[in-house]
Each structure stands twice: as structure tokens, then as C-alpha cells.
């Protein structure tokens, strides 16, 4: 028989394109997943300032394998680890804070994302509960490990990291930043480190900061838009736990509240933003709930909360931050006027202030067969017919 040699391709091979990607300070979920948890605790114990840079990229071209993560903390870049491309996807509407099915599209690999894995949208962590292929809805938990619920726009990048990710194994401190770039491989090149996006990172002892409150209401109310005066600010949470948050389902910002971390307390600010006055703060508040006195709040102003845990000292990454009108009470007033005098409801700091007009004159009127018209009472009205 005869062998079929196939002719030479006349193709050149697609040189290495740019990538889009995303780097950030690692948070101590993911670092428990790379290096475990006793290693992790054992390092931060240590050092409670250091952190993790942690990259993703989307898949710039079909003949790219995969990437490398180069890092530089003012010196060189460096190579660091092999980065394989994360699922990703683009919102396709704007979503708010409490939205968990939303319209998406560019839809790439999402086959490969596993259902329970950490989504990243701006700087929100998302949890992957489903998706629909007709109808190219995705269905999330929000707010998950240190991060709230935010607001993000339509055309924003969202990436599946969590199994797709690369890590500088250097360990940076409070204050740093550190710079990356991740670098487009093909089988026959890879792109200069100076045609790659520059990603820069601040470090913030992310891994040991204490997880902030989630679910947090207003007078029974999700990011409530005013309230009465008269009535308190009561203000409600529940718990997270860093530590113990590590392994299966991952919690999202409206589930339950479980054992807090050992030594997380809360602290609470209300500020009046019109004055930039506070109007109430509190400290090592250990129940879930805290309430501040009506007398205490600014009539017609609008007011901002700020929630956050504490522990060892450390903030929690986040705080969160909500503004809402103190909005006075509707008052209708009623009032009959007498001659003599006004008699009515009214409160009982209003000045009511009355002018009753005495300047009456009577108005009369000849249709040719009577006299009509107004006049006071007990007037002595004289009539003169002209003939």
C-alpha cells in the first residue's frame, strides 16, 4: 500500500497574542487550598502580614497552551508558576447587590468550571451554583469569604479562578505592591513581557484579616433606602468564620450564621454624611445585633452605616457601608377658622400664626324683583330705591 503524506501547511502559526487577566492578594481560603491549612495558620502566626499574589487569565487564542505569571516587587520580573486559563464569562446586564440569576454571554469553557468554585467579578467572590445553556442565565451565591455584595455593570469580565489560577510563592508584607504579568504561550513562542498587561497588587494581611459580618439588615430590611425618625436604627448580622469556613459548600452573604472566629468582635459607626458628623460609634459589640436610639439620629439628613469585625487588632478587609434618609413623619394638620378663632390639630412645637380679615362690606345685588347678596352678622343694612 501506499502512504498519505498530507502537503505542507501554507498557514504560518498564530503568534502569541495578548492576554486579559486579573491579579490580587490571595485570601486565606485559596491559601489553605494551595498550601493547607496547618502550614497556612502556622506561617501567619509568624508573620501576620504577609500575602499571597494570586493571577487568572482568559484564553487569548485557540493554539495557546497555556501562560506564565512573572512578578516583580520593584526589582526585575521574575518567572514564577504556569498559569492555566480560567472559564470566564460576561455579565450581561447590570446586576445589584442581592441579584443571584443574571443574563451572561461570551460564554468561554464554562464546562470546565466545577459547581462550587469561587467566581471573581471586580472584587466581589461569587460562588458557581448553575448554569443554563438556552436561556445563558447563571445562577450564583454572593458575598462569599471576606468579600460584600457589590454593584457591577454590564460587559464586566467575571473568571472561574479558583482551579485556574497561579500564586508567586513569595511571601510579600503589609504596604507592598507588587506587579505582574502573565505571559501568552503558544507551542513555537511567547509574548514579550513588555507587550503583557501590567497588573499591579497592594498587599493588606488579607489571609489573617477576620471574615466581615454578612447578612446584614436595617430594621428587617436589605440595604433599606430611608426610615422614620421616630423610630430606632436596629441593625442586624450574622457571624462568619474564617478559619472554619474551608471546606465544603462555601457560605454566600445571605446564608446562615455559624460559630464565630475566636476573638471577632464589631464595631459600628452611623455618620450624618451631610455634615460628616458622627451621630453614633460602638465597640466590641459581640451579639449580632445592635441597636442605636431615635434621639440620637438628625431629622431629614441622610445617614451612613459602616459595619466591620475585629479581631487581634486587624480590621476585616471590607467594612460594610450603606446610606439611608432619616426622613421626618407625615403630619396632616386640620383647622376650621371662626371669626373669632382657629380650632384644630396641630403639633405641639408648630407656631400657627392666624389673620382673620374684619374688613367685610356687604355685597348686594338688584335683579329687579329681589335683594340678594352678603353682608356681617347683625349689619344694619339700608336700602334706598331711586323712582
Aim: proline share 4%; hydrophobic share 35%; net charge negative.
Amino acid at each position: 500500500g501506499s502512504i498519505k503524506i498530507d502537503p505542507p501547511s501554507t498557514g504560518q502559526p498564530q503568534e502569541p497574542l495578548p492576554n486579559i487577566g486579573i491579579a490580587f492578594e490571595m485570601p486565606y481560603y485559596e491559601a489553605v487550598q494551595n498550601f493547607g491549612q496547618t502550614q497556612v495558620d502556622l506561617e501567619l502566626s509568624n508573620n501576620n502580614n504577609l500575602g499571597y499574589l494570586l493571577a487568572s487569565a482568559k484564553k487569548p487564542q485557540s493554539n495557546s497552551i497555556n501562560a506564565i505569571l512573572y512578578t516583580s516587587s520593584g526589582a526585575e520580573f521574575k518567572q514564577q508558576n504556569i498559569l492555566n486559563y480560567a472559564p470566564n464569562l460576561l455579565l450581561d446586564q447590570n446586576i445589584g447587590f442581592l441579584d443571584t440569576v443574571f443574563a451572561v454571554n461570551e460564554i468561554d469553557a464554562i464546562t470546565d468550571a466545577g459547581v462550587g468554585s469561587c467566581i471573581v467579578v471586580d472584587s466581589e467572590i461569587m460562588i458557581y451554583e448553575s448554569y443554563d445553556a438556552d436561556t445563558k442565565m447563571i445562577t450564583v451565591k454572593r458575598g462569599a469569604l471576606d468579600t460584600h455584595p457589590s454593584i457591577h455593570l454590564a460587559d464586566t469580565m467575571a473568571f472561574f479562578y479558583d482551579a485556574y489560577s497561579s500564586y508567586d510563592l513569595t511571601q510579600y508584607v503589609e504596604g507592598e505592591t507588587v506587579e505582574a504579568r502573565i505571559v501568552t504561550r503558544t507551542p513555537s513562542a511567547k509574548l514579550s513581557l513588555s507587550d503583557t498587561q501590567l497588573l499591579s497588587v497592594n498587599m493588606d494581611s488579607r489571609a489573617y484579616r477576620p471574615y466581615p459580618p454578612n447578612n446584614i439588615k436595617i430594621n428587617g430590611e436589605y440595604y433599606i433606602a430611608k426610615t422614620l425618625v421616630s423610630s430606632d436604627v436596629v441593625v442586624t448580622w450574622v457571624d462568619r468564620n474564617r478559619l472554619q469556613q474551608t471546606g465544603g459548600s462555601i457560605l454566600g452573604w445571605v446564608d446562615g450564621t455559624i460559630t464565630k472566629e475566636s476573638g471577632v468582635t464589631y464595631s459600628l459607626e452611623l455618620v450624618d454624611t451631610d455634615s460628616g458628623s458622627l451621630v453614633h460609634s460602638a465597640t466590641g459589640i459581640n451579639a449580632t445585633t445592635y441597636t442605636i436610639d431615635k434621639s440620637l439620629l438628625h431629622i431629614n439628613k441622610i445617614h451612613k452605616l459602616k459595619l466591620w469585625s475585629v479581631r487581634d487588632g486587624f480590621d476585616s478587609l471590607l467594612k460594610f457601608e450603606h446610606s439611608f434618609l432619616i426622613e421626618a413623619e407625615e403630619v396632616t394638620l386640620t383647622a376650621t377658622a371662626f371669626k373669632d378663632k382657629v380650632t384644630g390639630s396641630t403639633l405641639s412645637v408648630a407656631n400657627v400664626n392666624v389673620v382673620v380679615d374684619e374688613s367685610m362690606t356687604a355685597n348686594m345685588k338688584w335683579d329687579g324683583s329681589q335683594i340678594i347678596g352678603k353682608a356681617e352678622p347683625n349689619a344694619t343694612i339700608t336700602i334706598e330705591v331711586n323712582t
